[in-house]
C-alpha cells in the first residue's frame, strides 16, 4: 500500500502568487475525498502536487509505500487520446506501465467491458463523443488496477446523461477497493460520490469533514456561502 498520504506544510506558488498556502494533512485508504471549492480555488493545482505532476515550492509529499508513480493514476477534465483506437489507447497504457506483451490486450478489453465501451474498442479514439472519451480515459486507468485515483473535474463538460455513466465507472472503482480523490465544484455530485470534503478556498484547505456533516452543519463561513450558492468574492 502507498497510503496514508502525508502532505507536511506543503505550498505552492507561480507567477509571484502563491497558489497553495501552507497545509498539512493525511489521506488515509478507504472513503472517496472530495475536494470542492469555487474554479480557480485551488483545487486542481492541490491534485496535481498530490499525484506528483507538480513539485511544491515548500514543503514535502510523502507516500507510505514504494513507486507510488506507478500505483495511482489521474484522469483529467479533458482526456488526450492517441491517434490510436479505443483499444490501443489503453494497450499503450499497459505498454507504458511494463506490463508483458501478452497480458496486454486481454487486460485492455476486459477494462473496455468494464467502462461500457467493449463495442467501440476499434473505434479511432478521437471520433468518440466526450463522454466516452472521459470513459476511454478511466479504462485506461482501470487496467493498471491503481491504489489510489485522482479526477480532476471529470465530467464538468459534459451532459447529465454522460455524467451519470462516469460516476457508475467512479463507483466502480470505490466498489473495487481504490481510493478515490476527486476535485469538483459539483454540489450535487460532491453528495453522491463523497465521504468526506476537503474544502478549499483562495489556495487554503479551510474545512475537512464527512460529507453529511459538511452539507448539514459546515463549520467555516466561506463553506457556508458556497452551499447556498453564493459567489465566492461576495
Known amino acids: ?25 493525511e489521506i488515509g485508504a478507504g472513503l472517496t475525498t472530495i475536494i470542492l471549492g469555487a474554479n480557480g480555488a485551488g483545487k486542481s493545482v492541490l491534485m496535481r502536487l498530490m ?5 511544491p515550492t515548500s514543503g514535502r509529499v510523502a507516500w507510505q509505500g514504494p513507486e507510488p508513480r506507478r500505483r495511482q493514476a489521474m484522469v483529467f477534465q479533458r482526456p488526450v487520446m492517441l491517434r490510436r483506437s479505443a483499444l490501443a489507447n489503453v494497450v499503450y497504457a499497459l505498454e507504458v506501465a511494463g506490463v508483458p ?24 479514439a478521437r471520433v468518440l463523443s466526450g463522454g466516452e472519451q472521459q470513459r476511454l480515459a478511466l479504462a485506461r486507468a482501470w487496467a493498471l488496477h491503481p491504489e489510489v485515483l485522482f479526477l480532476d473535474e471529470p465530467t464538468a463538460s459534459l451532459d447529465p ?12 472503482f470505490d466498489a473495487a477497493g481504490t481510493k478515490v480523490i476527486m476535485a469538483t465544484h459539483n454540489l450535487g455530485q460532491a453528495r453522491r460520490l463523497g465521504d468526506e470534503v476537503l474544502y478549499v478556498h483562495q489556495g487554503r484547505v479551510v474545512e ?27
Not at 162 to 172: F, G, L, M, S
Not at 208 to 234: N, V
Open 51 to 55: 499525484h506528483g505532476l507538480l513539485s
Open 101 to 124: 506483451r501478452a497480458e496486454r490486450e486481454p487486460q485492455a478489453l476486459e477494462a473496455l467491458k468494464e467502462v461500457g465501451l467493449l463495442d467501440r474498442a476499434q473505434r479511432p
Open 161 to 172: 446523461s454522460a455524467t451519470r455513466e462516469i460516476e457508475a465507472v467512479i463507483r466502480a
Open 208 to 234: 475537512r469533514a464527512g460529507i453529511e456533516t459538511f452539507f448539514k452543519q459546515p463549520a467555516s463561513a466561506e463553506a457556508a456561502a458556497f452551499i447556498k450558492g453564493e459567489l465566492p468574492w461576495a
Open 1 to 25: 500500500m502507498i497510503l496514508p498520504l502525508r502532505l507536511e506544510e506543503v505550498a505552492f506558488a507561480a507567477g509571484g502568487r502563491c497558489i497553495i498556502q501552507p497545509l498539512s494533512m
